[in-house]
């Protein structure tokens, strides 16, 4: 049974959210004080924290960097849930945790980021023990290799095995994370976007029979489209369609076109990508360019965006690049510029990312034809 760890001081909501979580199969350690919190992580190594931004005690963003920084508790995932919403705090939040939830929230959200985060927890945590198993075995063949120079061919096979089979773990990540994606685009848009319809058709029935003031009605229906929108973009961004259906150069393009929404000026240059890439290979760079555009909204404070695509004599570069705060936005040991640098890896390629000439942040792209 997986643990959370709940720090929140409003009773109410931890109450509530302690009983949902615990009806959907989880262990839930409560406190409503940040100290206590780290008190009871300490003690119950929980799978996951779910935490609060204002306590009454010490702040949320506290309580996150000194989880990170013991190095005990570093790599239990941390989701942020607050009231506040601004852009600033938010990037503050995400400095030290994996996720941050603005309340209100829906709790069939709550549930696909929970399941999700634990999950991928537990594949990483898996990776980490195999190839720790597989340092032990190197370590030890290596040993053994020492003593004769006849071992030195059944080292080198051993260290290249190694390498096979971390290369097919981080596949295998890869996959799962594709396939988690897709589940939770599913149970969005067919359960919660089933529901919002349904709701409506209920506000409308109600509206017609009780003879309801037409401009509640009016209001009431909007709102109801807006949540039915917002389901269908976010099942959209988690398994997305685009790149089958319009070929990898239009889904990029038409996720780029999203930016516009945001505030952010865009260049675009994606000829070269045009039948360059099977279809197989299409959703790992789609996930590089999301990842990527991801970062430049959260943590850049980017007024323009720049990304172009060339073909040369040794294949494709791709560049992205911002006008941003540079590197200090990026949080190098992060979960997404890792899977940034195995999916590339994936490709046959290589990432880089740095400080641009001048100023931002630039990601490098290049894969040989």
Known sequence: MSTVLLIEDDMSLRENLALFLQTEGFQVF??????FGLQLAHE???DLILCDLRLPDISGFEVARAIKEDSSLSGIPIIIISAVSGTEEIVRGLINAEDYITKPFNMAELKARVRSMLRLKEALDEIKSLNLSLEE??????????????LLAAEIRLRRESEEYSAELSRKLLEIREMERMQIAEELHDELGQQVVALKWTVQHVCDTQGIDAEVRADLTTRLDRINETVRVVSHQLSPAAFKNLGIRSAVEQMAQGLIKSGLSL??????LD??????????LYRIIQEALTNILKHAAAGNMRMIARRNKSGLRLEISDNGIGMESIH????????????AIRLGGRLAVATGKSGGTEVILEIPE
């Open 30 to 35: 409560e406190s409503e004080t940040g100290k």
């Open 44 to 46: 119950k190594q929980p």
């Open 137 to 150: 075995r190197v370590a030890r063949r290596t040993e053994e290799l020492t003593q004769a120079n006849r």
């Open 267 to 272: 260049e675009l240059n994606l000829e070269a």
């Open 275 to 284: 039948d360059f890439f099977p279809e197989d290979w299409s959703i790992d």
């Open 332 to 343: 190098r040991e992060g979960l997404g510029l890792a899977t940034m640098h195995q999916r």
